[in-house]
């Protein structure tokens, strides 16, 4: 197959609009799909998502269609690639569907011919991004912010920018794009943007900025007051363990960062009508609706913004260059332990 990014999957996204009705209405009717996926009995699925999520979609999918189960391997985008990898050269890939934070990351999956073309009816309720050929869809919009703890000298962090001034050295944090793959989408925005680039990092390291694995620990970080302020994503203050904490929600002057985050089938999956189901019932205005209460932006265009935040047509953005990200990923690696190790 052709090499395609995810960013010209998103600039080609309105011809899947023009496909055949009937490459819409795959699977439609569901009452058989679900008689087929109790067969199965399970689904399984690789993600980034954080847990608070998969556990109160599996309460919400296990009502509704009882007799399948659901498990989940969750990790960051690079374990989890390093998973799907590791058990696709064995022969015997475990998992059925996968949903990531970082859009770059499916283009090797589409270009070793692991992902299932698949266009349910849900698919016309979305239309941010989705590959035309059906092997992927965004199944939300997660925005790249600052988090920051007034109590302990984060009030004053507005932008990017003012994470590298003196009054912030040895209070900030940031997530290593090593490990996370929304990180990676964040880092290379900026990496791309003329007035930050890499000096910009290089002016983080010299301000003692402490490197964590993923955006849950910089969250974690700036909740307790370990750190005042960080780079991380909307959706942690959302999240019960940071309801009563200071930590709050700035989106950052230059613009907040947003990114439009696949989910896909393997097309070897153990358990493929289990695999449709949980996958449509992924892009279901329920499932969709327990993303907005947890700061995330829905993908669904007929599901609200989550409450606090501007819609999103509203939000003032800093758009990733996928297609320049994918393309610097190596040098960009190599360039990230250079200043910060591995």
Known sequence: ??????????????????????ALAQDDDMAALYAQAKQEGKVVMYTSVPTFLLERWKTLFKAKYPGVEVDYFRSGTGKVLARVETESRAGSLGGDVIWLADPTA????????????????????????????GYFIAGRVLVGCLLVNPKVGGAAVKSFADLIKPAMKGKICIASPLISGSTNVIDGTL??????????????????????????DVARAVASGERAAGISLTLYKYQPEFANSPMQVVLPSEGAIPMA?????????PHPA????????????????????AGIYPA?????????????????????????????????QAKWREVFGG
């Open 1 to 22: 197959m052709q090499r395609r990014s995810f960013l010209a999957s998103i600039a080609s996204a309105s011809a899947a609009l023009a496909l055949p009705d009937l």
């Open 106 to 133: 499916f283009t090797s999956l589409v270009e070793q011919k692991l992902l299932l073309a698949y266009r349910p009816p849900e698919w016309q309720h979305i239309t941010l991004a989705k590959n035309p050929e």
């Open 191 to 216: 990496w791309k943007a003329p007035r930050f680039g890499w000096g910009y990092f290089e002016a983080l390291k010299k301000n003692d900025v402490l490197v964590l694995n993923d955006v849950p």
């Open 261 to 269: 985050s696949p989910l896909g089938i393997f097309a070897k999956a």
């Open 274 to 293: 289990a695999a449709k189901l949980f996958y449509r019932f992924l892009l279901s205005p329920a499932a969709q609706t327990v993303l907005a209460e």
């Open 300 to 332: 669904r265009t007929d599901v609200p913004a989550p409450q606090g935040l501007p819609d999103y047509a509203q939000l003032n953005k800093l758009l990733p260059d996928y297609a320049w990200i994918e393309a610097h990923q190596r040098e960009n």
